[in-house]
């Protein structure tokens, strides 16, 4: 159980264009959904934290009109990468969890974003 | 400042023998503690959690120990296996503290065959 699906796995895209990359939680409904960047060698870094209905939370230092999240449903979140830039390029990881804070997050398998 | 700590970038043990990974934290209001498993490519998969009222959990091969005085927990894996190689991370979340998890650095596990 807990499974959460996240696709593409891969996107290599040009300088400009934006992506989108859905996040889904297949056999739970999600109440939060959490986006998350890895630089390589380094550890995930919390991008922003959405619910279900409104709008995601953004950490300090992520632009929200460059990255776009829509949580549309308990199943459903995604991200969009506008205009990206090669400095955009990075594994991009959503999870989701069901309940509270002492419930543990589920990922997704990642998306690694290459911007040329 | 960073408030999961794991001082150890890498560890390597022996096929057989117990792996053990430390993780230190900073701030007092965690009380909820979970460690993760990341292949390559890959998201992180969740091993096994402890709330801060337990000192211990035990899953299979894995055990997570509690340390609230020192703010330390170890994960415990016994026998270690050539599979358990991969990136392990550390999380804590605080009910306070917002809906996240703080995660660690990682500690990068390679069993020895």
């Known amino acids: 159980g807990a499974v959460v699906s996240q696709h593409p796995s891969r996107v290599i895209c040009k300088s400009g264009t934006s992506v989108k990359i859905e996040c889904r939680s297949l056999d739970f409904q999600a109440t939060t959904m959490f986006w998350y960047r890895q630089f390589p060698k380094q550890s995930l870094m919390l991008m922003a934290t959405s619910n279900e209905g409104s709008k995601a939370t953004y950490e300090q230092g992520v632009e929200k009109d460059k990255f776009l999240i829509n949580h549309a449903s308990l199943t459903l979140s995604t991200l969009t990468v506008t205009s990206a830039h090669p400095e955009d390029s990075s594994f991009y990881i959503c999870?989701?969890?069901?309940?509270?804070?002492?419930?543990?997050?589920?990922f997704g398998d990642g998306t690694r974003l290459s911007i040329l | 400042d960073q408030q999961v700590k794991q001082n150890s970038p890498s560890l390597s043990v022996q096929e057989g023998r117990i792996s053990i990974l430390n993780c230190d934290y900073t701030?007092?209001?965690?009380?909820?503690f979970l460690w993760y498993k990341k292949y390559p490519a890959e998201g992180p998969t969740f091993l096994i959690s402890i709330s801060s009222i337990k000192d211990k959990n035990e899953d299979g091969r894995f055990t997570v120990f509690l340390n609230k005085s020192a703010k330390h927990l170890s994960l415990h894996i016994v026998p270690s296996q050539p599979g358990d190689s991969a990136v392990y991370f550390c999380?804590?979340?605080?009910?306070?503290?917002?809906?996240?998890?703080?995660f660690g650095p990682g500690t990068r596990l390679s069993v020895l065959p």
């Open positions: 999380a804590a979340s605080a009910r306070d503290y917002g809906q996240n998890f703080v």
């Open positions: 701030n007092s209001m965690f009380d909820y």
């Open positions: 999870s989701a969890r069901a309940g509270g804070f002492d419930q543990p997050q589920h």
